[in-house]
């Protein structure tokens, strides 16, 4: 018996090291004008910490940027612990060895002094992982996981997100659909979550649209149709270049927090708001405009109809990357939702006239809903990213064929 006690305490100690003892994640992050890189990586490095127990270090080149999605920041701390992460300064790679897993968001460049250190560490003691951007083109698939051979005999893994199984996945909490369905079971939440941003309520049986895009030609147009239009509309207008292309139409300055009225539109000026708040709007609207990445899939998980105005590319390579997330999100879909999405989400992102497609998309909400609730469902049946990014950070992988 005494062995036996002896036993369970030497495995409780076991367990309390093994329990001190996390697995350091260090994520490194580029902030870019749009927030759709800081955006992912501040909610992947929560999830890491939250629901993976996971030691994490986020490296951000842009506290103050950063701060406007995330308050808590103190933009002139090199080092500070915030929700469960530990967030530093771009610089304070140069003071701190590798952690056990070091992830690049989007081909952000390290420090080099840094870099030699993780050569040195090998294979044996670390794994080192490029996170991309996301994508639905096919040749993803292919590409997902492939090693990188780098100096000091250490593979940088390329991780790819995406919408099929053979992809990396999306960034989903393991609470989100759920905490989704019970804030909109709630009659209070919406007036409270609007309450809170300083926004009236919407009149009744308006629509309300949530507008989170790039600046586009005629927008003018639109804002017109949607002020003469017999049912009203409230539109939600996030802070940026949208807002400044909203002023010009209104011929004032609009400024975040304020709202006016013109005919049946009445237009609101969102101020930043932390990732949670945003998720909320995304619930409360009927309609989400969204950009960029991190929006772009919010947007998908609040199961809303949507339009997706892709980052405009120089070389058209964005016409592309539309293309083949219309094919896999309108796949199955019917051919109403076919014939009033394509001509939307084209328009939208060629600057072309938006009158016929939109009052098009207007008819079809019934059928645009059901349609988002599926294709949300049917990504929610695949594993998350933060899942399958502690999987590859896990296992050395030695084929398919690197990328030299």
């Avoid at 090199?78 to 056990?100: I, T």
């Avoid at 593979?155 to 369905?181: H, Q, S, V, Y």
């Avoid at 394509?342 to 497609?357: H, M, Q, V, Y």
Wanted: hydrophobic share 45%.
């Amino acid at each position: 018996m005494r062995v036996v006690h002896q036993t369970i305490r030497n495995c409780g100690a076991c367990a309390t090291l093994l329990m001190n003892h996390r697995e350091t994640w260090d994520l490194f992050c580029h902030v870019v004008d749009n927030f759709g890189d800081i955006g992912v990586g501040w909610r992947l490095a929560r999830q890491l910490a939250h629901e993976h127990g996971r030691n994490v270090r986020l490296f951000v080149d842009d506290l103050n940027t950063y701060r406007l999605i995330c308050p808590q920041i103190n933009p002139r701390l090199a080092q500070q612990s915030v929700d469960g992460v530990q967030v530093f300064s771009w610089g304070r790679q140069l003071q701190l060895e590798p952690g056990d897993v070091v992830v690049e968001l989007f081909g952000c460049k390290l420090a080099p002094p840094y870099v030699e250190r993780v050569q040195q560490r090998g294979p044996d003691r670390m794994r080192w992982i490029n996170l991309e951007h996301l994508s639905a083109e096919p040749w993803v698939e292919g590409s997902h996981l492939r090693p990188s051979p780098q100096p000091g005999g250490i593979n940088k893994l390329f991780f790819f997100p995406g919408f099929t199984p053979a992809t990396g996945g999306l960034i989903r909490e393991a609470d989100l659909l759920t905490r989704r369905d019970a804030w909109q079971a709630m009659p209070a939440a919406r007036r409270i979550a609007l309450r809170s941003l300083n926004l009236p309520p919407p009149p009744e049986h308006a629509l309300t649209i949530l507008l989170f895009s790039y600046a586009r030609d005629r927008l003018e147009s639109w804002l017109q149709s949607l002020a003469a239009d017999d049912r009203p509309t409230m539109l939600w207008i996030c802070p940026g270049p949208i807002l400044s292309a909203v002023n010009n139409w209104l011929h004032m300055e609009l400024l975040m927090g304020q709202t006016t009225v013109r005919g049946s539109l009445t237009l609101c000026a969102l101020p930043y708001v932390p990732q949670d708040r945003f998720d909320e709007l995304l619930w409360a609207a009927d309609i989400c405009i969204v950009r960029g990445e991190d929006s772009f899939v919010r947007a998908q998980w609040a199961a809303r109809p949507m339009v997706w105005h892709i980052y405009p590319q120089h070389d058209d390579a964005h016409d592309k990357k539309l293309g083949a997330f219309m094919d896999l999100y309108l796949k199955d879909a019917p051919a109403e939702v076919r014939d009033t999405v394509i001509p939307l989400w084209t328009a939208w992102n060629k600057g072309l006239d938006l009158e016929s497609a939109w009052s098009e998309f207007i008819a079809a909400l019934p059928q645009l809903r059901r349609h988002a609730h599926r294709w949300c469902n049917h990504l929610a049946t695949q594993p998350d990213l933060a899942h399958q990014l502690i999987v590859a950070g896990r296992v050395e992988r030695s084929s398919p064929a690197p990328l030299l």
